[in-house]
């Protein structure tokens, strides 16, 4: 019904900088608050940032304050996530979250993950 898909990883020297992208596509009505999450090796996901649906609200996690910048594009229906001076930490695969209203013939409201995309600072 709904797909999120991310692009923009890749590998990248402390300091760097990375722009990552997440497009959402099929029976979509609205789309609602739009978020990054990532998830380093043996930790939990955690969240990175979020975007209201009218774009004019955001939040970041405090170790993305300053660095990350969240905007999305309701035309396009995509988000994306600018990441500047990027440090070792931040090594993780990122997730794009929302919550979408579904379009005819479907009804109703899914939560839908993309699958991902993976981020490697180094040192």
């Known amino acids: 019904q709904v797909q999120l898909v991310e692009s923009g990883g890749g590998l990248v020297q402390a300091g760097g900088s990375l722009r990552l992208s997440c497009a959402a596509s099929g029976s979509i009505l609205s789309i609602n608050v739009m978020g990054w999450y990532r998830q380093a090796p043996g930790k939990q996901r955690e969240l990175v940032a979020t975007i209201s649906s009218g774009g004019s609200s955001t939040n970041y996690a405090d170790s993305a304050k300053g660095r990350f910048t969240i905007s999305r594009d309701n035309a396009k229906n995509m988000v994306y996530l600018q990441m500047n001076s990027l440090k070792p930490e931040d090594t993780a695969v990122y997730y794009c979250?929302?919550?979408?209203?579904?379009?005819?013939?479907?009804?109703?409201?899914?939560?839908?993950w993309g699958q991902g995309t993976l981020v490697t600072v180094s040192s």
């Open positions: 979250h929302t919550g979408v209203v579904l379009s005819r013939p479907y009804a109703g409201w899914v939560e839908v």
